[in-house]
C-alpha cells in the first residue's frame, strides 16, 4: 500500500558469501575431463558477471554502433533490446572474446537460446559454466552436472550454491545417502534453514518421511517466519503425511505476513496432495530461485536475474521465479519487460491471483490507470471475500485525486476485516486522508486515530493527524506532543520535520519554527510546501524579502493550482492576518 505522509503530499543473510568474486570463474579444467572444457582456454576472468562492465572491448572490424547501442539498451535494463544488438555486434567480429562474452551474458539475460551456443564458447566463464550444468541437469545427465560442479570454484557466492548443486547431481544419480551427507552438516550452521530445507526436499523425494520431516523442523525453526516457497513446501508435505493442523498453521503464518498472498489460500490448500518440487532438476531450480532472491536483497541485480534465468531455463512455468524477475525488472523502472514476463501465467496457475495483482500496479507504472483500474474491479469481483484488491484499487484512486471513489473501495475492504488488528492500520490511515481531502474532517479524525490505537507510536499517522491539527489550529499543545515523537522517530523525514516546524509556528514559537523549518527545507529542498511554509515563517519573523525569495521559489516546484492561487496572493498582499501565528502564552 502506497502511504502519503499528509495531505500535500503525495531468510538467509548471505553478507559473507556474496564476495566481489560471486560467480566470477569456476575452477581451473581437470584435464581427465575433456567433457568439461572441450575447447581451448582463454585468460581467466576476475570480474563479477556482468553485462555492464566497463572495460574496453578490442577494436570491432564493424558493428560498433551495434556493441554502443547494446551498452546502451543494458545500461537501462531493456534486455530485449540489448541482447539483439550485442548479437549483432558479435557477427561482425566473432572471434572478440570480450565481445563473445558480453553477447552471451546479454542473451542469457533476455532468455535467448544462442546463450547455449555461446556458453560452448567460454569455458572459464562462470555464467556461462553454470548455464551447461544446467543444460546437463534438463537433460538428465546427471554424471556429467556432477563433473561440472566439482569443477567449479569453491569461493564466493559458489560457498553457498555448490553444495546445493552437487546435492542434488546425487539424488538425480540415486544417490540419496551421499546427496544428505553432502548437505547435512550445512544445515547444522549459521543459515542452517536453506540446506535443512533442501535436504528435507531430497528425503521426502526419496520417500523418508521421518527424515524430511526432521529437516524441514530444522528449517522452520531456524526460519519461523517462512517464505512463500517454504510455506508451500512445509504444508503440502505436512498435508501428504497426514499433518493437516501443522500444514494450516505453516499457511496462517504466510497469509498474515503478506495481503497479496492470502488471495491464494483456497488455491493453495487445494493443492497440498501435489509436490511443489517434484525432481532433482526442480530442486536446482529451487536453488537458484533462492540465490537470485538473495542476490536481489544485495542490489545485485545483474547477478540475480542470471540465477533466475537459470532457474527459468530449468523450470519455464516456474511462476515463482518470474514474479522475482518481474519485481526486478519493475524495480529498473523497466515495468513493460516484468509484464510481459507475467503475461505468460496461465490463469490456472497457483499464483494466478497475485500475478493478477501485480500486472495491475505494472499497467499504473505504464501510466496505463484506466486499464489498472479495470484490472483491479476485475480481481474484486472474482474474490469478493478479499480486502486485497480494493485496498490497491482504493490506492490507485488516491493517487488519481478521486477522493470520494477512494473512500468507496476503503469502505468495501474494511467492511470485510472480520476483526481489526494492529496491521490494519495503514488502511484505517489511508481512508483518513482520502476522507479529508473530501473535506468530511470528522470522519477522517475519526479514523486516524482509530489508526493510532491500532499502532499507537506509527509516525506516519502522529504526523498526519498532528500536522492537521496544527493546521486548523485546534489542539495544539497535543499535535505539538504527537509530532515531537514523529520525529524522534523520524529525524531526517523532512515532512515530518516541517510538520514540526509548522506546529510551533502556529503556536507562536518562532524561534523554535524558524531552526526547525530550516532544517526542513535543507532536507526537503525541492518540496512547494516546505519552502511556502518557511516563506509564511519568514514573513512573520519580518524578513518579508527572504520571505518572497520562498515563495517565489516555491512557484517554480509544480505546486497545484489551488496552491498557486494562495501562494501568488501572498506575494500580492502579504501574509494574511488571519494566518499570522498566535501570540505565545
Known sequence: MQIALRSYRSGLSCAVLLSLTLLSACGEADSSRPEVLAEAPQPRSTSRISVRRSAAVQPLSGGYGAYLAGRAALSA??????????????????TNPVLREQAFLAALMDGRPEALTLARQLPRQGGAQLLLLTDEARNSRWDRVELRTRGMANEGGMQLLRPLLQAWAQFGRGQVDAALTTLRPLSEGNGGAFYALHAGMIADLAERPNEAQRYYQRAEAADPQPNLRMALILSSFYARNGQPQNAQRVVAKLAAASDDFA??????????????????????????????????????????????RLALYLRPDFTPVRLLMADTFAADDQPAQADALLADVPGNDLLSPVVR???????????KKAEAEQALRAIARDYPERSEPLVRLGDLLRGQKRFVEATEAYNRAIALIPQREPRHWPLFYVRGIVLERSGEWEKAEADLQTALQLSPDQPYVLNYLGYTWADRGVNLEQAHRMLQRAVEQRPNDGHIVDSLGWVQFRMGNIPGALQTLERAAELEANDVTVNDHLGDLYWAAGRRREAEFQWRRALTLDPDPADIVKIEAKLRDGLPASQMPRAPR
Open 77 to 94: 535494463s531493456d534486455m530485449s533490446e540489448g541482447a539483439t544488438r550485442m548479437l549483432q555486434a558479435l557477427e561482425t567480429d566473432p
Open 263 to 308: 488471495l491464494i489460500l483456497p488455491l493453495v490448500n487445494a493443492s497440498q496432495n501435489t509436490r511443489p518440487v517434484p525432481s532433482a532438476a526442480a530442486g536446482i531450480a529451487e536453488a537458484y530461485m533462492t540465490m537470485g532472491a538473495l542476490l536481489r536483497q544485495q542490489q545485485s541485480n545483474e547477478e540475480a536475474m542470471l540465477m533466475l
Open 357 to 367: 495483482m501485480r500486472r495491475a500496479q505494472l499497467l499504473e507504472a505504464m501510466d
